[in-house]
């Protein structure tokens, strides 16, 4: 499945967020978006998720999800939200209850994801018990368990420590390597984009419409072992972003 | 490091306090101390006997009270009030307050009042309760029941507001349906501000019993208090007061125990 964003643009009252957004999301592939502060990159991908109805534009499902995909668009967010009150099984538990898989089939489901993200160990635990990196992994889990046909990921390691971010990553490099998921990966991370990202979008300043769309073409295995490259796409994309990161900065937050 | 001239004196220590710690036996002392001190005042004559009575009087009007059987009787009775009235009200100022956090035409339309009812006394309507659902036991449930019902209300859909509105997100984008997301998520957020406007409804609904018994009760704690009161009988007041406290404390114990098992998952 894949997802075509069609002159989408998106007003709260008088203020204008976003404008005028053309973008596909091919499969199997990473859509990074990145942008200065406030530009509207977490909107956009809640209106690509359906957690937000656009004021003009349409979002468009290409193809059909998978038969056997519960949740075709997941989301990751970046404060986790796990639910504290549940144990790490019992969230991941939370996004099958509501499709009646039966207890055999839903513990079968958990396990699995438990041991594809290497959480075995913490399965009964509670999230105020686990570290950030940990709920990260948790809440990644989660959105394994659905099998979704593209995940949308609003920041996933911006609450991380930077150690903890690095391992994260690696983890991410090593899931798509394995199984090839299509996602729209919103974040300020210059690093993270040329990391992750097949296709880069850059936005610019309220209201956000599209800079520019940069291609990165080095296969995701080898990027980390070809720093120098990464680090002239990452310059590339700070020119771009440069001077509406200033202005951006300069803005009163509530316009 | 420093030179010999200059002098060295350790960083002064800034931080602590402000952060109580649980001495379990401190409690029971106090207790003990106050009553002990109210004893000795009254033995030696300095609390006059017409003033208030020794606490061993107290006790002695107790025993009597267990002797005669009659303890059972005036419990029974007040529990039975107190259960039923409270039981109903909270379960009703839950399903309220619910309304109130989730739809906008229920908090549009009850928080005013909620508001304009809450702060009157619920003794003041005693008469019309009367009138309404007659000197029985309806009038004295009832008073209970509006006692405890906006307290209910008002902590239900507090904590309501008070949710991560980002687990509600969550939740929807998973597909979960409206009534799991209630059940699942919205409800279990809400509990912590539910189970402590508990606490403040069962000490309403005490408070409210023994004005419930006030008018036209045979049995009770309540009727126990003002048939003492009206004879002059301290001793037996004071024993019927303790009572009172002692089932606030149990009430109070009891919350505390709900809340350690359904809150356990917090640190």
Partial sequence: ?255 | MAEPSKPVRPVRFRGGGFKPKPLGILGPIIFAAVIALWELGSRTGVIGALILPAPSEAWVAFEELVSSGMLWKHLSASLQRLVIGWSSGAFLGVIVGLSIGLFSFARAGLVPLVSAIFPIPKIALLPLFIIWFGIGEGAKVATILFGTFFPTVIATYGGVDNLDRNLVRMGQSFGLSWFSIVRKIILPGALPAILSGFRISAAVAIILLVAAEMIGAEFGVGAYILMAGSLMATDQLVAGVALLSCMGLTVAWLISRAEKFLLRWRS
């Avoid at chain 1, 519960?70 to 499709?99: K, M």
């Fill in chain 1, 1 to 255: 499945m894949e997802l075509s964003i069609q002159s989408l643009g998106h007003h709260y009252g008088d203020l204008e967020i976003l404008r005028d957004i053309n973008l596909d999301v091919p499969a199997g592939q990473i859509v990074v978006i990145i942008g200065p502060s406030g530009c509207g990159k977490s909107t956009l991908l809640r209106l690509i998720g359906g957690l937000e109805q656009p004021t003009t534009g349409r979002v468009m499902q290409v193809g059909e999800p998978p038969e056997d995909s519960l949740n075709p668009l997941t989301y990751i967010f970046q404060d986790f939200a796990l639910l504290p009150w549940r144990s790490v099984a019992g969230n991941i538990s939370l996004a099958l209850e509501d499709h009646g898989l039966g207890k055999a089939k839903t513990a079968l489901i958990i396990d699995n994801v438990l041991a594809r993200t290497k959480l075995m160990d913490f399965r009964d635990a509670f999230p105020h018990q686990l570290s950030g990196g940990m709920k990260q992994r948790v809440a990644i889990a989660r959105a394994l368990a659905v099998r979704p046909a593209v995940l949308l990921m609003d920041e996933p390691l911006s609450a991380l420590d930077s150690q903890t971010h690095e391992l994260l990553m690696d983890d991410l490099v090593e899931l798509w390597l394995r199984e090839k998921f299509t996602a729209v990966y919103v974040t300020h991370n210059l690093a993270e984009a040329v990391r992750i990202g097949h296709k880069v979008v850059v936005l610019s300043r309220r209201p956000g419409l599209v800079r520019e769309v940069v291609d990165i073409d080095m296969a995701m295995e080898v990027r980390k072992a070809r720093p120098g490259l990464m680090v002239e796409h990452q310059q590339h994309l700070w020119n771009l972003m440069r001077d509406e990161a200033r202005a951006a900065e300069l803005e009163l937050v509530d316009g």
